[in-house]
Each structure stands twice: as C-alpha cells, then as structure tokens.
C-alpha cells in the first residue's frame, strides 16, 4: 500500500512557476510508476505525467510538454512537478497518484493508478 500527500499548490500570476511535491509512504513507492493528474471543476480528471520507477521514462500531455517537468527521488519517496510558463488554463487540483500496473489500461487513464493523494489546489491567475 502506498499513501501520498501533495503540496506546494497555490497562487501565481500566468508566466511564474511552482513546484508540485507528493511525498509517498509504503514499501512500494520504488518500484511503482507515478503519475501527475489534474481535475478543473466541471471537468474530468485528465493525465499531466508520468515517470517509470526507475526515472528513465517520462510521459507528458500535450498541454504540458516543455512547461512541465516530472521527477522524482526514490531515496526520499518524493515525487515532483515542476510547472514553469503557467497559463490561467492550467488552474486545477492536481493529484499525485502511484500506477497500479494495469498494463491493459493506457497510462493516461485514471483508472489505472491504484493510490491517489488529497490534490492540492493551483490557481493561474491572469
């Protein structure tokens, strides 16, 4: 079992930046693949990243790519998205969340990732 808590959410102006931390708890941590997913109100949940456990791959969503960038610290049972260029489109909660390993379920889909955090909140302003 894997248990995750995100913070570093908050306020900024559209340009600035912020990082995202999930800090992870559970034997499983290393060995899982973690994804980044958001969620606007009145709209679905939608995939921003993904990492492979050992950091060699990285996935991103088309809205993301060359803004954002995941990472993470398997010593430290950290996750981390570094959002740069932020538009007001990209306000939401952003959720961390540890792959289940359901290889017949595309790495974008939700319903492939077993643990989920609380979110933490990001607001773009204009």
């Known amino acids: 079992q894997v248990q995750l808590v995100e913070s570093g959410g908050g306020l900024v102006q559209a340009g600035g930046s912020l990082r995202l931390s999930c800090a992870a708890s559970?034997?499983?941590?290393?060995?899982?693949?973690m994804g980044w997913f958001r969620q606007a109100p009145g709209k679905e949940r939608e995939f921003v990243a993904r990492i492979s456990s050992n950091s060699v791959t990285t996935y991103y969503a088309d809205s993301v790519k060359g803004r954002f960038t995941i990472s993470r610290d398997n010593a430290k049972n950290m996750v981390y998205l570094q959002m740069n260029s932020l538009k007001p489109e990209d306000t939401a909660v952003y959720y961390c969340a540890a792959d289940g390993a359901f290889y017949s379920i595309s790495y974008s889909s939700p319903r492939r990732y077993t643990y989920w955090g609380q979110g933490t909140q990001v607001t773009v302003s204009s």
């Open positions: 559970g034997r499983t941590f290393s060995s899982s693949a």
